[in-house]
């Protein structure tokens, strides 16, 4: 039952990778900014979807982080794709959202708020993270979950990290099927080979070969090419 559950959890928070500015639905998620309302520090034609799983940034905007590695700014829709990233780099002057104010902060300073009844990112345990303490302990005092530093948070990510992104990786897999079969029937071919989702994300929108696609559509295709 906590696999299902967990899975269902995962899945929901993919399936409504879209461009924001686009239908309701995506609005009543707590993560979600509008597009003039986040602020986005990567470069790049890419610089709107997350580094990792290319999801689109501002509708996770709540759970941003953003990290350096190599010189290179990178942001990323959540913890879960910060963690991801940690385990191959390492991560300087790692920033994150604070949900009050909206701007990005110094992650090591921030409070997080652990397992509330908000729904995450990327995770069955929500992860928030506020600039002062008084706001994280009345987020908790509202929605239930545990008051951590960064470091605490950080770990918990990371020790549930191998088991969710299993789950990840099936749901993608499923959406990069879908992706195959849309990018077929409805898009111009192209030979290009993408390195990453955000890549494919980019180069979709721009080109317009698949017409004005968004939401799902874009998410499931740029994942296929982006794997192609």
Do not use: W
Not at 35 to 41: G, R, V
Not at 91 to 101: E, F
Request: aromatic share 10%; charged share 25%; hydrophobic share 40%.
């Amino acid at each position: 039952m906590k696999k299902f559950i967990l899975s269902l959890l995962v899945f929901s928070s993919m399936v409504f990778a879209s461009n924001m500015g686009h239908g309701k639905k995506h609005m009543k998620m707590f993560q979600s900014v509008p597009m003039k309302k986040a602020t986005i520090l990567q470069d790049g034609k890419a610089k709107v979807y997350c580094v990792k799983c290319g999801m689109t940034l501002p509708m996770f905007y709540k759970t941003n982080h953003v990290a350096t590695v190599d010189g290179k700014v990178k942001q990323f829709c959540s913890l879960h794709c910060l963690v991801e990233e940690g385990l191959k780099h390492k991560l300087k002057d790692i920033k994150v959202v604070d949900v009050t104010s909206l701007k990005f902060i110094d992650a090591k300073n921030a409070t997080y708020v652990v397992g509330s009844s908000v729904k995450g990112t990327m995770t069955m345990k929500s992860k928030y993270a506020f600039a002062n303490k008084a706001d994280a302990q009345k987020f908790a005092k509202k929605f239930g979950g545990e008051v951590v530093s960064f470091n605490k948070a950080y770990a918990i990510a990371s020790k549930a990290f191998a088991k969710e992104k299993k789950m990840i990786s099936k749901k993608q897999a499923m959406m990069a099927k879908k992706g195959m079969m849309m990018y077929n029937k409805m898009c111009k071919k192209t030979d290009l080979k993408f390195s990453s989702t955000a890549d494919a994300k980019a180069y979709l929108k721009a080109s317009g070969i698949c017409g004005n696609i968004k939401g799902k559509k874009l998410q499931a295709i740029g994942i296929y090419l982006g794997r192609r």
